[in-house]
């Protein structure tokens, strides 16, 4: 029997991750309105701007997510850096979708999420992870950049990270 007290922390640790699934993790995202869905049952009521990343695998399942940051009524600053320091440290991680929301209720995107938007993206080329989407929410709207066309093709985009191994997003 092993007792030293950093085998019981890691035996808790392991313990409280398997009992504390954070909800949507394996969830199977098709389109970008379930991307919608889940942003606005996360961030809709929020009061001030909070940005996530969701990481996920070849077959499109969420790894993971985590907020990047957390800002202002009107503002949150993002760095790619810790977007894709995240993605990098998941086990798994091919691709990931981005959100934030807007609490002033316009899902509108301002000039500096379309410059985010596009930023992460180019880095995302480098580094082999695609950036699928990048979804702003209110209580009761939503706007993808994928949808509007902002993003190119999302079947190009997998289709050049992954090789072909995984399925694209749904319009």
């Known amino acids: 029997m092993v007792t030293s007290p950093s085998f019981y922390r890691l035996v808790v640790k392991r313990e409280c991750v398997r009992e504390n699934v954070p909800q949507y993790v394996g969830d199977t995202i098709r389109t970008p309105s379930v991307v919608a869905e889940i942003g606005q049952r996360l961030l809709g009521d929020e009061d001030q701007e909070c940005f996530l990343a969701f990481f996920l695998n070849v077959k499109n399942r969420i790894v993971a997510y985590s907020e990047i940051g957390r800002g202002s009524i009107e503002q949150c600053p993002i760095y790619a850096r810790d ?5 990098l440290l998941t086990a798994g991680c091919v691709a990931i979708i981005v959100m934030h929301n807007h609490p002033s209720g316009d899902p ?5 999420d379309m410059r985010l938007t596009r930023h992460l993206a180019d880095i995302g080329k480098v580094l082999g992870l695609s950036i699928l989407d990048h979804v702003i929410v209110t209580d009761s709207s939503s706007y993808s950049f994928a949808q509007a066309g902002l993003l190119g093709s999302l079947s190009e985009r997998r289709e050049r990270s992954t090789g072909g191994r995984a399925p694209a997003l749904e319009p």
């Open 108 to 112: 509108a995107p301002s000039t500096d």
């Open 83 to 87: 977007v894709f320091r995240a993605a």
